[in-house]
């Protein structure tokens, strides 16, 4: 017996697979639940075989991660993807969530409702070496990683995890050289930087070397003295504002060599 469901075939003995689907009305699917569904409906064929049937029905949709899939329900009306933009970090956090992985620069941005659209490649923050290498690998054209593992925990937006603004804020001081276009980013620095708080920021700043708090200090020297003035001016020598390069200017309070800036941060209107 087949059953015409909304252009798709459903043979009876995917039915109640798809019915457990419907039930639960998951985003992404692992063959660990093909496997549970499968077991409880008491059928015999092995999960991968399942999934398979299922994507070639259109049900079931691929992801970048092996063995996880997208499910496409009944009201889709067809094998019609949601074309969520954080799917394929979704796909690798379903199959593996132990990792430590979030959002961050504009595209946690963009899921904090800080900025207005999000980049074509994910911005990813891996709290591991062993991490970014398997997102990297995994996600490869999609994605772009940077090593920055958050003290604050993170917040779950748009399915995935992402930065909270204040650690983004110390990680774009961490990483300058990682921020795809500073250009872009000064749409919406300053909407993130009005959402810190000075007690938050030296939370994330504690363990971290003064070379960061020099940097953070630089760059938000304009859009939040107030946190400035709570970190405070670090002792030290020169400390570089991305590549050791010629300096296009110099923070001689701070002691920052900035190289990559297009702006003078120390100019920018105060946010708060």
């Known amino acids: 017996m087949t059953v ?9 003995g995917l039915a109640p697979v798809v019915e457990a689907l419907e039930l639960d009305q998951p985003h992404l699917v692992t063959t660990a639940v093909l496997d549970r569904i499968r077991k409880e409906a008491g059928l015999a064929t092995p999960s991968n075989v399942l999934a398979a049937r299922l994507r070639e029905r259109g049900w079931l949709l691929p992801t970048d991660r092996r063995g996880v899939y997208e499910f496409a329900p009944a009201a889709h009306a067809g094998a019609i993807s949601r074309g969520d933009a954080t799917l394929p970090l979704q796909a690798v956090l379903t199959a593996r969530p132990d990792l430590l992985a979030a959002l961050t620069f504009q595209s946690a941005a963009w899921a904090l409702s800080l900025a ?24 490869s054209a999609k994605a772009r990683v940077s090593r920055f593992a958050p003290a604050l925990p993170t917040l779950l937006r748009r399915g995935v995890p992402v930065l909270q603004p204040d650690s983004l804020i110390v ?5 300058p050289r990682d921020v795809r276009n500073w250009e872009s980013a000064l749409e919406w620095l300053p909407d993130v930087a009005a959402e810190c708080t000075a007690e938050a920021v030296s939370v994330e700043l504690a363990a971290r070397p003064s070379a960061i708090h020099a940097r953070l200090g630089y760059l938000l020297s304009g ?4 946190i400035c003035a709570a970190v405070g001016r670090p002792r030290g020598g020169t400390v570089y504002f991305g590549p050791r390069e010629p300096a296009q200017r110099f923070d001689a309070q701070r002691h920052v060599a900035d190289s990559i800036l297009p702006f003078d941060p120390r100019e920018l209107a105060a946010v708060a």
């Open 116 to 139: 207005d659209r999000h980049p074509t490649r994910l911005e990813i923050a891996a709290g591991d070496a062993r991490t970014g290498r398997l997102i990297s690998r995994t996600l």
């Open 171 to 175: 990680h774009m001081a961490a990483a």
């Open 223 to 226: 859009l939040r003295p107030d």
């Open 4 to 12: 015409e469901v909304l252009a798709r075939t459903l043979p009876a």
